[in-house]
């Protein structure tokens, strides 16, 4: 079952949402097209924040790990959507090799892989899963809390082709976000690396990403007739930071005060009674890490040794030197009295589902990716991109659909940002 939503300021977010409904066939009209011109992603998740008056994107991952966490229900489109995004790559050879990340203590995050593994074979692909680490030499078994068992095996390398000791797969498709930079056993593939390697984190910036959705925004805005700000947050970003010497502090200070003012000003067209506030964040990716809610410049000088000390670093222990300044959404939605997200999932360009990331102990203003979080399931319904013209504006099939156009405009912008970098 659908767990309850609740919406704060529900009013102008369903305006919003009858208006997508109303264009419901230009809206896929354009999607059509923009997926005959642009080559898709292989899947992706996207973060959405819903506030009542706005919803909007505020983080696109190109190598989702939440697999584990979609309703079991909605499997055969996840099936269905592998088949197309494998077969556009290798109609005939049908063997693909999944990199995850080296996390293999993070049983839960195992547990996605062992899904994305489950998928694929029903799709009709052969799959195995070959790992970067140093210590696994042979086939290593994992048990799973689901009572499920991963086999990791080492990876081989012969020429420019990259398999196992006994398989010599068409696809190499990576699960790991390459945060660390790419290994040299991933360089100069002649087999399709999916997502490519540009994809990674050691190049990939979020400030890229939404300098797409920002052209994607005003595109889709102009075609029904909105405010592009009605899904898109304004950003910034500081190149050459360093937190621990405190070296780049002006120009985070003047990029969240000039972000919060062009807030004020939509807060103020729009009658929102809330305090505005920003998001600053590491600029590659950052597991939840390096992020922090600043409501005035002044803060960003005001850093005390450990906040400044939890922004410096992230994930594989690399430091912070660029940073993402994003316009704060709240979520005004909940389950269970517990502040909720939307989080939806995609394979090629396909909704296949997605969960609320649900945190206890933390506030509407803040990231919710933190310990502590955890994953009730969304029942996509049949209308997630498809809406039912029976269904109220506020219903949960049409709900979901806002949330599907919205998610595949981010998908729609990670397609220019990838052709940007491989130009």
């Known amino acids: 079952m659908v767990p309850h939503l609740t919406t704060a300021l529900n009013g102008p977010l369903l305006d919003l949402e009858r208006r997508f409904l109303a264009a419901m066939p230009t809206i896929e009209h354009w999607f ?104 696994i030499t042979g086939p290593t078994d994992i048990a799973l809390p689901n009572g499920g068992t991963l086999t990791l095996e080492p990876l081989v390398r012969r020429g420019n082709r990259l398999g196992l000791a006994d398989f010599d797969p068409c696809v190499v498709l990576l699960n790991n976000d390459l945060s660390a930079g790419v290994p040299d056993i991933l360089k100069n593939l002649e087999q399709s690396v999916l997502p490519p390697l540009a994809a990674g984190w050691g190049t990939r910036r979020k400030s890229q990403h939404f300098a797409a959705y920002d052209r994607v925004a005003n595109e889709f805005a102009e075609l029904i007739g909105i405010d592009p700000w009605l899904i898109n947050p304004y950003f910034a970003s500081c190149g050459k930071m360093n937190f621990i010497e405190r070296v780049g502090e002006e120009c985070l200070a003047h990029q969240v005060d000039t972000i919060l003012g062009k807030m004020r000003l939509k807060y103020a067209e729009y009658g929102v009674k809330d305090e505005p506030f920003v998001i600053v964040k590491a600029d590659a990716g950052t597991y939840g890490m390096g992020i922090m809610t600043v409501k005035d410049a002044s803060e960003v000088a005001g850093l005390n040794r450990r906040q400044r000390n939890k922004m ?83 219903d949960t099939p049409n709900r979901f659909y806002a949330y599907g156009v919205v998610a595949r405009l981010a998908l729609l912008a990670a397609s220019l940002e990838l052709e940007a970098m491989a130009a």
């Open 32 to 135: 059509r097209s923009q997926w005959q011109e642009h080559a898709v992603p292989f899947y992706a998740s996207v973060d959405l924040r819903n506030c009542g008056f706005k919803l909007a994107p505020v983080d696109t991952n190109l190598f989702p790990g939440g697999f584990n966490n979609l309703n079991p229900d909605f499997l055969p489109l996840c099936v269905q959507a592998m088949q197309s995004a494998v077969e556009k790559i290798c109609p005939d050879a049908r063997g693909v090799l999944l990199i995850p990340e080296n996390h293999t203590r993070n049983l839960f995050y195992l547990q996605n892989v062992m899904q994305i593994v489950t998928t694929l074979k029903q799709a009709g692909m052969r799959v195995r899963v070959g790992s970067l680490l140093a210590e």
């Open 312 to 394: 410096a670093v992230v994930k594989e222990g690399l430091e912070v030197s660029d940073v993402l300044v994003q316009e704060g959404v709240y979520t005004f939605e909940n389950i269970n009295q517990a502040v909720a997200e939307p989080v939806v999932y995609m394979v090629d360009h396909f909704v296949v589902g997605g969960f609320y990331r649900v945190h206890t102990g933390r506030g509407v203003d803040e990231n919710l990716n933190a310990p502590g979080m955890h994953f009730v399931p969304l029942a996509f319904e049949s209308c997630c991109t498809l809406p039912n013209p029976d269904c109220a504006p506020d």
